[in-house]
T-cell receptor, first 117, second 115 residues
């Protein structure tokens, strides 16, 4: 069975600090996709990034970057120069494909990020 | 380009009642998935609809049922409501072709409270 663990329940930082959110996953699939979503207080899950299992090159997109390491089954997400608007719950998710098409997401329990002035 | 929409925003029901939640997918998407998110937890997969058929189902009882219409919109029905059904219900849409590559885009959710 697929499993996603986000050990950090809550993180508080001061604006402009960098913050890294940890994610560890378990899967028996050889090809899979990992996602990060952001959930502000309004409740809507906002898609941030997607990463496939066969490309371990780390990337940067604006203030976001991610570190994917297949050897340790980790997919960590970093926000550089955090802002108050980054305050939200962040979810890591693992995609499981269905035979014949489609997929479902298995989510971690989320990390509450609070960015203070 | 409209994103995923859900209605109603909030709903209050009593135990034993039945409820219907609605979802319209993002333009160009034909697959709808439903998730239940209890307070302080990550979303849990309920089921996915494609071509008006239930494609896959998570670990939820038969009290949870759904439907997809020819215009790809979807409904989630929950019968015989229990207190434990109180949660945020999220609808997600995707293109449905790529398997694990599909990115699911979520709506704002319906918050259901069962008294």
């Amino acid at each position: 069975a697929q499993k996603v663990t986000q050990a950090q329940t809550e993180i508080s930082v001061v604006e402009k600090e960098d913050v890294t959110l940890d994610c560890v996953y378990e899967t028996r699939d050889t090809t899979y996709y990992l996602f990060w979503y952001k959930q502000p207080p309004s409740g809507e899950l906002v898609f941030l990034i997607r990463r496939n299992s066969f490309d371990e090159q780390n990337e940067i997109s604006g203030r976001y970057s991610w570190n994917f390491q297949k050897s340790t089954s980790s997919f960590n997400f970093t926000i550089t120069a955090s802002q108050v608007v980054d305050s939200a719950v962040y979810f890591c998710a693992l995609s499981e494909a269905f035979t014949g098409g489609g997929n479902k997401l298995t989510f971690g329990t989320g990390t509450q990020l609070k960015v203070e002035l | 380009d409209a994103g995923v929409t859900q209605s109603p925003t909030h709903l209050i029901k009593t135990r034993g009642q039945q409820v219907t939640l609605r979802c319209s997918p993002k333009s160009g998407h034909d697959t709808v998935s439903w998730y239940q998110q209890a307070l302080g937890q990550g979303p849990q997969f309920i089921f996915q609809y494609y071509e008006e058929e239930e494609r896959q189902r998570g670990n939820f009882p038969d009290r949870f049922s759904g439907h997809q219409f020819p215009n790809y919109s979807s409904e989630l029905n929950v019968n015989a409501l229990l207190l434990g059904d109180s949660a945020l219900y999220l609808c997600a849409s995707s293109s449905g072709f790529g398997g694990s590559t599909d990115t699911q885009y979520f709506g704002p959710g319906t918050r259901l409270t069962v008294l």
